[in-house]
């Protein structure tokens, strides 16, 4: 038996066979004796030439628009790939019989993408895989900036044909650390005089000037003054048939106001976290179309809405609306018997980037108001040093500043038993303790990693202390 009788005896019962050869831009494959088929790949614009080991008369193509063929010789067949798609390629032998059939699935051509996502995202695990006429990424990348990048270049060689099976890896959790802090401070000076004078001896004849009408009438009658300032001094003086009253009335006021929170709020990266620190205000409104009379809740108080994205690394994209408001009791409206106060707001939004552990503030607020009025007595009060009898003088000035300071961080979870509560270290006191030595309350010991953390004696401006 001839070695080429052996090996064909060997090969009995195998249909199709396909042997990879390179080539210079092709791929040749070599089809033994048989009528089973096996899929033949091709990328898009590429060629691969199909040898057989008999020749053949008569071969087709089920689609031309997927791929293309013509015959080299009577054994070999060149095919080239036009579209994605999967189409059939059937060879017949000078007798009319079918030799084999061959599928052709033709896909894109990935190598060159491949290469280019090495040179520029080097070092990330992503794999790409072609889906008919798409491409299809999955794997973990270490950013969503990188993420962006290959899905942008993937764009490139299939637009709008791009699966994304990707995932980011590494921390993925931001924890908002924010400082409201606003002080408002308040300063009203006011001088008042009031001057009057009678006739005695039973006339009714009487005069003056007088910011405080009352006032001015009760030194003249000798009675106690009635006035609205902090402090007053009247005295009255008779001169022949007349009498003379003098009041002076002094008013001066400050006030200081500050407002400080520090809410931390935890959201996954692409998630927005809310916080409101404050109340609601109910508000009467009527519903249209009837009498009926429904509440709305406002609310208000310290506001705050972000919306973290972990772009690349420990850089992080926020978006951050931050209010603090307050109800304004000087200003109210009322409308149908219903009385209802304005508010004071003081609101910012913004976008920023920037790493873990930075900090920056987002508002600096500075508001000043300054109000000086003087009503007198024309001419008499342009009268130096007695003109301030016929004249009143006030003087406001009201200032608040708000900052707000962000400072964001990369977090993970931990287990809730290395975290300590602020009632941790504090337990109801017994009776003997309350009622004999006064305690409300005391120390608690506990041989958990709760009781072990809340041991621990924190002296700065961090954890949590009750003593």
Known sequence: MSMKTTVAAGMLGISLTLTAVPMAHSETLKIVNGTASSTLNVSMNRAVIVESDQPFAELSI??????????????????????????????????????TNVDVQVS?????????????????????????????????????????????????????????????????????????????RSVTKQLDGSFGFNR????????????????????????????????AVGFSFTTGAFQFGVLLEALE????????????????????????????????VRSSGSDSVTIEYKPFGVELAFTPTVVDGDIINLQLKAAVSALDTA???????????SFKRRETETTVEMRDGESFAIAGLLQDDFNDVAGQVP??????????????????????ELVIIVTPHLVSPTRGEALALP??????????????????????????AVGEVARQDYTGSYGYVME
């Not at 072609?130 to 299939?158: F, M, W």
């Not at 200003?331 to 106060?341: K, M, R």
């Open 379 to 400: 001419w008499l009060g342009d009268i130096p040093v007695l003109g301030a009898l016929f004249r009143s003088s006030s003087y406001q000035r009201q200032q608040s």
């Open 253 to 284: 006021s400050k006030g200081l106001v500050r407002t400080l929170a520090e809410p931390n709020l935890t959201a996954l990266s692409g998630q927005e976290a809310k916080f409101l620190a404050g109340g609601e205000y109910p508000i009467p």
């Open 200 to 231: 005695t001896g039973g006339s009714n004849f009487q005069a003056g000037v007088a910011g405080n009408i009352g006032g001015i009438n009760n030194v003249l009658a000798g009675t106690s003054v009635t006035t609205s300032a902090n402090g």
């Open 331 to 341: 200003n109210s409206s009322t409308t149908n018997g219903y009385t209802v106060n």
């Open 62 to 99: 089920a689609n031309p628009g997927i791929a293309d063929i013509s015959t080299l010789s009577d054994k070999s067949i060149y095919v080239l790939g036009k579209a994605p798609g999967r189409t059939t390629l059937t060879l017949l032998s000078p007798e009319g019989k079918l030799i």
């Open 423 to 448: 009632t941790d270290r504090v337990k109801p006191p017994t009776e003997a303790e309350l009622f004999l030595f006064g305690k409300t309350s005391r120390t608690g010991r506990s041989n958990s």
């Open 108 to 184: 894109l051509d990935v190598a060159e993408f491949k290469e280019r996502l090495q040179q520029i995202i080097p070092g990330e695990k992503i794999e790409v895989r072609t889906a008919n006429d798409g491409i299809v990424l999955s794997g973990v990348v270490s950013s969503t900036a990188k993420l962006d990048r290959a899905l942008d270049l993937a764009e490139r060689y299939a637009p709008g044909r791009v699966s994304n099976l990707m995932n980011v890896g590494g921390v993925q959790q931001v924890m908002l650390k924010v400082r409201f802090a606003e002080m408002q």
